[in-house]
Nanobody
Framework: QVQLVESGGGLVQAGGSLRLSCAASGRTFSSYAMGWFRQAPGKEREFVAAIRWSGGSTRYGESVKGRFTISRDNAKNTVYLQMNSLKPEDTAVYYC??????????????????WGQGTQVTVSS
């Protein structure tokens, strides 16, 4: 099993920044990639970003390109999401997830095997 714990969410004004962390434990050696998703009220779960454990290749959702950066610290089994230039539409619960089986970085939420509990990000106008 893999356990994922997110932290770093909170309330921030538009234009501000937050950094989310996802600490992984358990059988992380079997994971192919780590991803971030978000879900706002009345919206479907949306892909935000993902990164390969090996090699560090990344993929971003169109709505966050140029503003968000995903990174990893393999030694700490931790993935980060640096969020800059935040907008009210970024308000959502942000989830960390791990993909054990894919051959490429996927944006499809159902392909991810384990999920964290989520952390709330609220961006005020």
């Amino acid at each position: 099993q893999v356990q994922l714990v997110e932290s770093g969410g909170g309330l921030v004004q538009a234009g501000g920044s937050l950094r989310l962390s996802c600490a992984a434990s358990g059988r992380t050696f079997s994971s192919y990639a780590m991803g971030w998703f978000r879900q706002a009220p009345g919206k479907e779960r949306e892909f935000v970003a993902a990164i390969r454990w090996s090699g560090g290749s990344t993929r971003y959702g169109e709505s966050v390109k140029g503003r968000f950066t995903i990174s990893r610290d393999n030694a700490k089994n931790t993935v980060y999401l640096q969020m800059n230039s935040l907008k009210p539409e970024d308000t959502a619960v942000y989830y960390c997830a791990t993909d054990r089986n894919s051959y490429v970085i996927t944006e499809i939420a159902s392909m991810y095997d384990y999920w964290g509990q989520g952390t709330q990000v609220t961006v005020s106008s």
